[in-house]
């Protein structure tokens, strides 16, 4: 469990806007990813987890509501998001 803690404070430190920052876009955007990773990842091992299914679904939505945002936000922020993440769009 300590090392989720020590991940996601280093995706805060290298998404973070300013010193302080965890709740600018690119920060959420990068947690959600961790979280979609590590989800799928449960997946693949417990195929009939449908509960957990549904919190993917939700999180992926959630994570393209926030891009979507940023998208209209500020389209170079965004795009090197896109990039630094490895997503498609």
Known sequence: MKD???????????FAQ????TGSPEVQVALLSQKIQRL???????????HSRR???KV???RR????????LDEKRYK????K???KK
Request: proline share 0%; hydrophobic share 40%; aromatic share 2%.
């Open 65 to 72: 509501r926030i891009l979507n945002y940023l998208q209209k």
């Open 85 to 87: 993440l490895k997503l």
């Open 40 to 50: 799928s990842e449960h997946l693949d091992i417990n195929k009939k987890d449908n």
């Open 4 to 14: 989720l803690a020590t991940d996601k404070q280093k995706i805060i430190e290298e």
């Open 80 to 83: 090197v998001l896109i990039k």
């Open 18 to 21: 300013k010193k302080g920052d």
């Open 55 to 57: 919190g993917l679904l």
């Open 60 to 62: 992926i939505a959630k």
